[in-house]
């Protein structure tokens, strides 16, 4: 993904949306709460239910995120 778009991309996960995302192999992770998002054919898929929890999080609403607002 190029930088400049990535520059733009917040995490939709975010109540406010003020955390960014950064590109690893194959998926976007919020910076946050580590929350990945998977990428299909180079395009992000920043949907909830295709997202990867971080391993600590069993439901959206354990993220640290989601938690602090």
Do not use: H, W
Request: aromatic residues 2%; contains cysteine.
């Amino acid at each position: 993904m190029q930088q400049d778009t990535l520059a733009y991309l917040r995490c939709p996960l975010d109540p406010i949306r003020v955390t960014s995302l950064r590109e690893e192999r194959e998926a976007l992770v919020c910076t946050q709460c580590e929350v990945r998002f998977p990428m299909k054919q180079g395009l992000p898929i920043l949907i909830a239910e295709e997202a990867e929890l971080p391993a600590e999080c069993r439901t959206l609403s354990q993220l640290p995120c989601r938690k602090n607002r």
